[in-house]
């Protein structure tokens, strides 16, 4: 999806239905997100590191790369404030496994799950925009508003990972749906 104009991607993917197929979360269940209803925030990050290894070559100078953590930790401290908002799910996605986003959850604190798409089927059914890191193919950072299964809102690119969660919550709280 190198060189894909921005606008183009929110075009794209704004409107779309999503694919019907479960996602490995992190309290062990597998989430099938055209079967939730009401609304879901997913954001979409490219990796978390592991602490104590060293993140790929050239990672700092990917623009959207770094910058996972702090954005998963935006969304824990606003979780309370989505629901408030009546945003009914709340989820980040990437293509880690899932048994390394559990250890990042726990890590975090997150009281939300992390879905992993490692098999990179959503990511292709949805043809999101992705880009490659030291042989990984990894997401590039969007995050997406989803009301029972359909794209309503896209924000892409994420510029600011920490500011993301605070950027979606006040489009949530201006575009509610309850």
Known sequence: MDGESDVHVIVRLTGQILPAMGLS???????????????????????????GVPSPEGWDEIP????????????RDHAAEFRAVGVANL??????????QKDAAERLHLPFSLLSDADH???EAMAMPDFEADGMRLFKRLTMVI????????????DDPAADAENVL????ENRVD
């Open 91 to 100: 989820f980040g996605l990437s293509s880690q496994t899932t048994d390394y």
């Open 64 to 75: 959207g790369a770094k910058g996972c953590t702090p954005q998963s930790c935006s969304f």
């Open 25 to 51: 979360a992190t309290n062990d269940t597998s989430v099938d997100l055209t079967t939730l209803t009401g609304r879901t925030v997913v954001y979409v990050y490219p990796r978390t590191a592991e602490p």
């Open 170 to 173: 006040k489009w949530c709280g």
């Open 147 to 158: 009301d029972d299964g359909k794209i309503t809102k896209v924000f892409y690119p994420v």
């Open 121 to 123: 089927r959503f990511k």
